[in-house]
C-alpha cells in the first residue's frame, strides 16, 4: 500500500454510530408524527446525506425534509453523537499508519461541526491533519465535491491518495476524482453496494485492513 495521504470516512469506518443516528432519525420522525418502533429499519441513513434520505425514504419535499434534518439534528447535537463507539483495532490502525509516515484525514459527509465533536470526544482527533465535512447548510453533504474540495485544497496528488469507506458513496467519490478506493465490509454498506462501484480493494475485516498496511 503505497499511498502516502489516507482519507477515511466516519461513520460505519472509524466508529458505530448505530444508536445515535438511528434515534435521532427516530425523533426527527415522531416530530413530523411518524412512527417508527424499529431502529433497525432507520440503518440506512447511516452514511449517505440526510437531506437525500429523508426525501427519499419519505417522499418529502426538500423544505419537509429539511425540518426532519433541523429535528435530527436537536437530539443528535446534545445526545446523538456520543451514543457511538469506534471500532475496536481502528486506533492501532492509526497509530501504524502514522508511524508510517502517512498523511490522515476525515472526509465525512457529516457536518464538520459534529464531525469533529467525535473524534474530540472519542479522542481520535490527533491522529489526523484536518477534518473536512459537510456545511450545516448542506453544502459538500455529496461525496464527489467533499472529496474534490479535500484534494483541491490539500493539494494532494491523487495517485498517492487512498479513501477507505463503508458505503458506495465512497467509491464513487474517489474514483470520481482519480483517487484508489478501498471498501470495507464491517460498516453499513452490503457486499452487493459496494462491489458494483468495483472498488480497488475489499476487506472484509478491520484486520484485514491492518494486515494490507502492515505488509
Wanted: aromatic share 10%; with cysteine; proline share 3%.
Amino acid at each position: 500500500m503505497h499511498y502516502q495521504n489516507i482519507l477515511f470516512d466516519l461513520d460505519g469506518t472509524l466508529t458505530d454510530p448505530r444508536e445515535g443516528i438511528t434515534r435521532s432519525v427516530q425523533h426527527a420522525l415522531a416530530q413530523l408524527d411518524i412512527h417508527e418502533p424499529d431502529l433497525a429499519t432507520l440503518e440506512h441513513f447511516i452514511g449517505p446525506p440526510l437531506l437525500q434520505c429523508f426525501m427519499q425514504a419519505y417522499q418529502f419535499d426538500e423544505a419537509t425534509a429539511w425540518q426532519a434534518v433541523n429535528h435530527y439534528r436537536e437530539r443528535f447535537r446534545e445526545v446523538g453523537l456520543y451514543e457511538n463507539q469506534v471500532f475496536d483495532g481502528v486506533g492501532e490502525l492509526l497509530e501504524l499508519l502514522l508511524q508510517q509516515n502517512r498523511t490522515l484525514y476525515i472526509a465525512t459527509s457529516k457536518p464538520t461541526v459534529f464531525a469533529a465533536e467525535i473524534a474530540r470526544h472519542f479522542d481520535f482527533a490527533r491522529h489526523f491533519k484536518v477534518i473536512y465535512g459537510s456545511e450545516l447548510d448542506g453544502t459538500r453533504t455529496d461525496k464527489v465535491e467533499l472529496i474534490g474540495h479535500l484534494v483541491q485544497q490539500e493539494q494532494l496528488s491523487p495517485e498517492d491518495t487512498l479513501m477507505i469507506g463503508d458505503r458506495k458513496h465512497d467509491v464513487i467519490g474517489a474514483k470520481r476524482n482519480g483517487l484508489d478506493a478501498a471498501a470495507v465490509g464491517y460498516g453499513f454498506g452490503s457486499l452487493a453496494e459496494l462491489q458494483a462501484e468495483a472498488p480497488t480493494y475489499h476487506f472484509n475485516s478491520l484486520a484485514d485492513l491492518h494486515r494490507a498496511f502492515a505488509g
